[in-house]
Structures are given as C-alpha cells and as structure tokens.
C-alpha cells in the first residue's frame, strides 16, 4: 500500500480502534482493537485498502469480499496482531474501494458488533 493511502487508512481505522496490545504493526499486518474487544486487521502488503473482520461485511461497503471458515488457513501474521481473526475463527476478508467507505465500514463495525468469546 503507498505510503499515503495507508496514513489515511491508520488515520480512519484509529478514530474507531486501538492497536491490538499497544503492538506497532508488522511488515504485512497491523491489528487493532475496538472498545468492545472486536478486532480487525489492515493487510499492508496490498495496493487496495484490504481489510481483515470478525463479521461478514455489508456488500455496498466493499469491492469483494471472502468468507473463512475456522478451519480455513489464513495469513500467519494475524496470529500475533489480531488473534480473534485466526485460524480457529470464522473471518473476512475484503477490499474496500475507497477512504470514505472505510469510515462507514468503520462506523458498521462498532456499532453493531457483539464479541462473543
């Protein structure tokens, strides 16, 4: 991801949550946390605003979208950065379009969430 695209997606993503654990993000995943404990994870290595969730997405929210089963593998990284996202946990994962629609995104996620354990 530019270095600009990714300061305005950190600049969104940190209005709504936290970094996962105070953890400075990896080379290819940053992790964070909301107040209610749900957590996502921004795919770095990517040219699009890719995004890792705890919920299926709303479609108009997002370019694509893909499903995981728990058992499905899924990058290693999420492990120490956004372990609710793991293997073990259903998760998505999608491509946002744009800056604006990351800041709805945002705003769906922590308004509806419920963390179950």
Known sequence: MRAELERAVFEVVQRYAKPYGG???????????????????????????????????????????????????RSSNLTANAPRLDHGRAAFYAVVPTIGQLEKLMVWYVARRVVTP
């Open 23 to 73: 953890k400075a993000p990896t080379k290819y995943i940053a992790g964070f946390q909301t107040q209610d404990g749900s957590q996502l994870a921004i795919q770095r290595a990517r040219e699009e605003i890719t995004v890792w969730l705890e919920r299926d997405p709303p479609a108009d929210l997002v370019s694509s979208r893909r499903a995981y089963a728990p058992s499905d593998t």
